[in-house]
């Protein structure tokens, strides 16, 4: 077993499925303990780590209810359901209490299979540690680290100013009114205060070396606010999901063409 296998913990108490639906997650690769009963389901689930449960409502002993509370109590592991066909009470039941999804027998293993691989994604890109370095080329951000350099030198800036940059950096393209600039950076919603933050753009641009007339990376908008964006071809560093987070959050940004040079 390596570090990347995932272990799933299968509850059914029906023998031909528990067997079937186990030698098929086996085949995908992941690690599987089943169990046929629900006692004996929780405390495997007490004694080792799971990646993720598929757990049949209806059990013998305690329920697949019972083991659902059992383990939501404790974790935020994903759980599959599985329930009879017609059991449209206790699907509602299993999902109110905090399972992720469900499946209604009869199902195809494939089906499972990519039910689970779906919920292991997920719950992977919940885990990952939030993005630290945003590097646009001649602009580099160290969140985490508190540092921003530009073509490699320190640039030495206050706790408004970075955190105005870094609001505006995560989502390029995107348009922040001065209101919401306000509220994320000082953290106060106040009207008169707006205007502090055009005092602070003002700074953060010269620190930068960014000229408001032909601005590199910050660009006022109209009326509204300001947005951040980078010099399109600028190589988004190495790290493959930084690319990815960059592409995704380009996507949801607004129209890209500098609409002002303030
Ligand atoms: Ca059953």
Not at 136 to 146: K, M, R
Request: hydrophobic share 40%; with cysteine.
């Amino acid at each position: 077993m390596t570090a990347e296998t995932r272990r799933i913990l299968l509850v059914e108490d029906e023998k031909a499925i528990r067997d079937a639906v186990a030698a098929y997650i086996e085949r995908e690769g992941y690690w599987v303990t089943s169990v046929g009963d629900g006692q004996v389901a929780v405390e495997e689930f007490d004694k080792h780590r799971f990646d993720l449960i598929v757990l049949d409502l209806m059990l013998p002993g305690l329920s697949g209810e019972g083991v659902c509370r059992h383990v939501r109590d404790v974790s935020d592991v994903p759980i599959i359901m599985l329930t009879a066909k017609g059991e449209v009470e206790d699907r509602i039941i299993g999902l109110e209490l905090g399972a992720d999804d469900y499946l209604v027998k009869p199902f195809s293993p494939r089906e499972l299979i990519a039910r689970i691989r779906a919920l292991l994604r997920r719950a992977h890109i919940e885990s990952e540690p939030q993005r630290e370095v945003l590097d646009f080329g001649h602009l580099v951000i160290d969140v985490s680290g508190h540092r921003v350099l530009v073509d490699d030198v320190d640039v030495d800036l206050t706790a408004s100013e970075f955190k105005l940059l870094t609001t505006l950096s995560r989502y390029p393209g995107r348009v922040y009114s001065r209101m919401e600039l306000v509220e994320k950076v000082l953290g106060y919603d106040f009207e008169g205060y707006e205007r502090t933050i055009d005092s602070h753009v003002k700074n953060l641009r010269a620190k930068l070396g960014d000229d408001p007339r032909t601005p590199t990376w910050i660009f006022t908008v109209h009326g509204v606010g300001y947005r951040f964006d980078f010099p399109k071809g600028v190589s988004l560093g190495s790290d493959p999901d930084a690319r990815q987070y960059l592409d995704v959050s380009r996507t949801i940004g607004a129209p890209s063409s500098p609409t002002d040079t303030r």
